[in-house]
């Protein structure tokens, strides 16, 4: 067993998985303390590193693609210190950080886990039912249903409609961005049959975010809805039913008069010659099954 306590978290590994409980140091983010204690099975890792600085370092665990829901629901756009993958290191427990790393890539080495992506989750995500209020509403999510709120700050073309009420067989996609620069944030929920490229100002599916402290709480929001939508890569269409082939249909009187004339032609032409015996009587076959 191997274990690295510090002040922004404590990292534990058993042999089997990683348990990383996120520190009660004031500089711990709101979204890891909200997120809590998460266990990562040894098979959801693809690599783990450790950085160096001169006075701090840096744990890093880089899972494989499609293992986290919340990684997916935020597309690598979470920020340094909201991501529950790295852990400050103090420069005095430098040795402990290596005696770790090399723990874990042993195992990882004696199971043989592969590192490319895989095609199920294998975290659960955020528990529910779960809430985060920032930007221009309040997202909630039970489990079975999204239900978006707004507040005073929303535009009015949004807000005029009230509150919405999305089902999670409605939903097919749910984005998160966080706001960078002048740009603006969002939770975005895509709904079968109302997708739009509305800006989130006035999508009635979307809340706004302006880059506040509990933006990166709406994240949560988002991986928990994401952990409970069909995997990405699970197939989206299905395989198109074969038609069986059709029995063939009765001829009508004419057809039938019209194939008793090819039968008299055919005849004349073995006759003639110009059709030999085998060619004759794969014609004839022909027209017999035709009628």
């Known amino acids: 067993m191997a274990e690295i306590i510090q002040r922004d978290g404590t990292w534990?590994?058993?042999?089997?998985?990683?348990r990383l409980t996120p520190g009660r140091d004031k500089n711990v983010s709101?979204?890891?303390k909200t997120l809590g204690?998460?266990?990562?099975?040894?098979g959801a890792l693809a690599s783990v590193s450790f950085e160096q600085g001169k006075k701090t370092g840096r744990l890093r665990?880089?899972?494989?693609?499609?293992?986290?829901?919340?990684l997916q629901a935020t597309g690598g756009k979470l920020a340094e210190p909201n991501d529950p993958y790295q852990l400050t290191v103090e420069s005095?427990?430098?040795g402990v950080a290596e005696y770790f790393v090399d723990e874990v890539r042993n195992a990882l080495l004696l199971d043989q886990v592969p590192s490319d992506p895989v095609d199920g989750y294998l975290l659960p995500g955020p528990s529910v039912p779960l809430s985060a209020s920032a930007g221009d509403g309040t997202a909630s999510f039970d489990g079975e249903h999204v239900r978006l709120e707004w507040n005073w700050k929303t535009e009015d073309a949004k807000a005029a409609a009230g509150a919405r009420a999305l089902a999670l067989s409605d939903i097919t996609a749910v984005e998160w961005h966080p706001a960078v620069g002048l740009e603006n944030g969002c939770l975005r929920?895509?709904?079968?049959?109302?997708e739009t490229k509305a800006p989130p100002k006035y999508d009635p599916n979307s809340v706004e975010l302006w880059g506040f402290k509990k933006d990166p709480l709406m994240a949560l929001v988002a991986a928990a809805v994401q952990a409970r939508l069909p995997h990405p890569t699970a197939p989206t269409d299905r395989e198109p039913v074969k038609e069986l082939p059709r029995?063939?249909?009765p001829p009508t009187e004419a057809d039938h008069d019209a194939l008793l004339r090819r039968l008299r032609e055919l005849g004349d032409l073995h006759k003639e010659g110009v059709l030999t015996d085998e060619e004759f009587a794969l014609a004839k076959q022909a027209v017999l099954r035709r009628m």
């Open 12 to 18: 534990t590994f058993d042999g089997d998985a990683l």
């Open 30 to 32: 709101l979204l890891r």
């Open 37 to 42: 204690e998460l266990t990562v099975p040894l």
């Open 61 to 70: 665990l880089r899972l494989r693609d499609g293992a986290d829901p919340l």
């Open 92 to 94: 005095d427990r430098y």
């Open 189 to 194: 929920f895509v709904v079968r049959g109302a």
């Open 247 to 249: 029995a063939p249909e």
